[in-house]
């Protein structure tokens, strides 16, 4: 499909939909399995691009993988910490956790493999996580540009010695490199401390990291700066289920809230682990209706228009494209901000964000690390997505209140969420 054009809905609509598993929550899963003692059962898994290529690479480097996507569970068997094959070449794609998540376990491995990736991701920031690994003791030769996939990783050769190892990171950029040197630092068997050195010390996806370490057994201890992990077991889990993407769910409240019906999403729930659950409380404060109910949340749009605001997005940046989007109906300025990292993403977001509201005609102001959009009525417009997955599913919601609106490739989001414009046509 090389361009997805939007029908408008003329009334407004109660839709009901079922969303895939997360994504984030998945890549973790599979990493903790693939480290674990034994059998691991994950059930609700998202298959997707980023996904698929997850588990690839778990194959090629000699792990034990069955899956079934019609039930939406993968079968994993761990080694205990160690990697069944010490050499080999893998290929993460696009995937920003393969990416960081596997060069963590190569890196820490003892073993010699080679990882690519797709251009997109070779642009994306590894240099954080490299600086890491290497001050651990692993290899690195960069076979294209220095500091970016791909690369050729000598893992470090362990000689536990009781005492603690002691490293520092910078998560500014993004949070990936701190939630991959958690998972992976059982492999160190010494305790090991991350001290963060910059203004950003968590988050919510590594508020995921933590929580499902600790429910496959190991604890991350954090004390403000520092995260430490004694290293004195294993992984062990027999079975895991991956709770539904609200990243994914966040579209479809928004077309709730743009459009003035309701939008429920089965299975979501505020006690959810997720981060991105908090743009259902930024669409309360813009006007929305909230319900928790057996089913899972269901959101209804507001009586009159949707208010403006502004609103630091940091903590749920992924959400920050929908947020963008149902702004364009509020009745004054929507401001987001603390994105910059953002840029840095399959895309540089912000600047997606600015380029497809000026096709739109719709005033859009940015900064570094903010954008502020101003209510307007759309024009009909193709919409570029910079081959991100995220862009494409976001400005589709424009579509359906306003009408001549083309998403441009928009098969890309198949990175997370292959189904959503056949969701859409079913709606």
């Known amino acids: 499909m090389e361009k997805y054009q939007v029908q408008t809905w003329s009334e407004k609509k109660d839709i009901i939909v079922e969303v895939p598993g997360s994504k984030s929550i998945t ?30 690479a778990l194959q090629e480097l000699g792990f034990r993988v069955e899956t079934d996507e019609k039930h939406k569970r993968v079968t994993l068997w ?13 290929y993460v794609g696009s995937a920003g956790t393969a990416a960081r998540f596997l060069t963590a376990m190569t890196g820490l491995s003892g073993g010699t493999y080679e990882i690519d990736a797709s251009e997109q991701m070779k642009r994306r920031p590894m240099k954080p996580l490299f600086d890491v690994l290497e001050a ?26 009781g005492n603690r190892i002691q490293v520092s990171l910078d998560i500014a950029k993004t949070s990936q490199p701190l939630s991959a040197l958690l998972m992976t630092g059982v492999m160190l068997k010494n305790p090991l401390r991350i001290t963060v050195t910059g203004e950003k010390k968590g988050g919510a996806y590594i508020d995921i990291t933590r929580k499902m ?3 496959f057994g190991v604890e991350a201890v954090f004390d403000g700066e520092n995260y430490d992990l004694q290293n004195t077991g294993v992984y062990h889990r027999s079975a895991y289920q991956i709770e539904p993407d609200v990243s994914a769910a966040g579209y479809f409240y928004g077309i709730g809230a743009i459009t003035g019906g309701s939008a429920l999403v089965r299975h979501v729930n505020f006690d959810t682990m997720q981060g991105d659950i908090r743009l259902l409380k930024v669409l309360e404060q813009m006007g929305c209706m909230l319900e928790e109910t057996p089913d899972g949340i269901r959101l209804t749009g507001p009586k009159g228009k949707l208010k403006g605001l502004e609103v630091d997005m940091n903590n749920f940046s992924d959400q920050a494209l929908t947020l963008a989007v149902v702004a364009i109906y509020a009745d004054s300025p929507v401001t987001i901000t603390n994105i910059g990292h953002i840029r840095g993403q399959e895309c540089d977001r912000i600047h997606a964000i600015t380029e497809n509201m000026n096709r739109l005609h719709i005033r859009c102001e940015e900064g570094e690390d903010w954008v502020k959009i101003y209510p307007g009525e759309p024009e009909p417009a193709k919409i570029e997505t910079f081959e991100d997955h995220r862009v494409a599913m976001a400005f589709a919601m424009a579509g359906l209140r306003s009408g001549g609106i083309e998403i441009l490739n928009p098969m890309c989001c198949r990175k997370t969420f292959e189904d959503y414009f056949t969701i859409l046509n079913g709606l």
């Open 27 to 56: 890549n973790r899963a599979l990493l903790l399995a693939a480290l674990s003692d034994g059998r691991v059962d994950l059930d609700g898994v998202l298959f997707s691009d980023d996904s698929r290529v997850f588990i690839k």
């Open 78 to 90: 761990g080694e205990g910490g160690t990697i069944p094959h010490s050499s080999g070449r893998i």
């Open 136 to 161: 651990l003791g692993t290899e690195l030769e960069y076979m294209e540009e220095p500091w970016h996939l791909p690369v050729r990783v000598k893992g470090r050769i362990h000689s536990p010695d």
């Open 213 to 215: 370490m600790r429910e």
